[in-house]
């Protein structure tokens, strides 16, 4: 099939901040900053008591061991509050690398109170993956952070038109469904590979399986919601039949 230059998506993708989308991100920040001042506090109290033997940030900072999944010393709470304990500062700023590239088509696809939900699903299917794979691969004693949730926006943006063709690399057509494949491909090279990445790499591939199909299914938070939209699919399914149907020829000529 000749290459047709009218289905290229102008521009690629851009940089976009919505007014939700930068409210979240400024929370992420936030609560980065405060694990990393629980960390500083105590390394240089100990270098003001102790005297100066070089500076060390305590690690895992005591607000992560909290709010972080641990395996080892789990709470309940920590399936919700480990999404937004990003590790550390490079992580959080691929997390919103990714964010600013691909969340604000999904938001204004599905709304702001539907790009809610799929954060929140994609974010806690992938902690409650991580956590379960936990208990049969080793990994590290705490993970956490925005991956599951980034990558479900990442998979599902390119999903939405995945015929869509965008300039890659500044240079490089590419259908959107192949970049969907490529973030997939990636993620379980990186869980599988050499080095398995154990609960962590479950922990990303959980969320954006979960947040995928959630995505798919057409499911809401709200059960009167689904309900709705499962009618309205019904609906539009025996709409659709009709109308596709042939219509059937009369058994006799009727004469006037």
Partial sequence: MAFDPNQIVR???????TPLGRRMMIAYAVLW???????VIPALWVDLMEGP???EVASP???RMVLALSPETFRPWQIVTAPFVSPVLPSLVLGFLGFVFFAAPVERMLGRRGFLHLWFVASIGGAAVGWLISFVMPGPALFGGMAPAVVAVMVVCCMMTPEAIVPFLILIPVKMRYIALGVVTILVIQALGINPSGPTGGYTIGGLIVGYFWWRSGLDLDPRESLRRRRARKNLRLAVDRAIQPEEPDDEPIYH
């Fill in 61 to 63: 900072t005591p607000l």
């Fill in 33 to 39: 900053l405060l694990g990393f001042i629980t960390a």
């Fill in 53 to 55: 033997k070089g500076f």
């Fill in 11 to 17: 521009g690629g993708f851009r940089l976009e901040i």
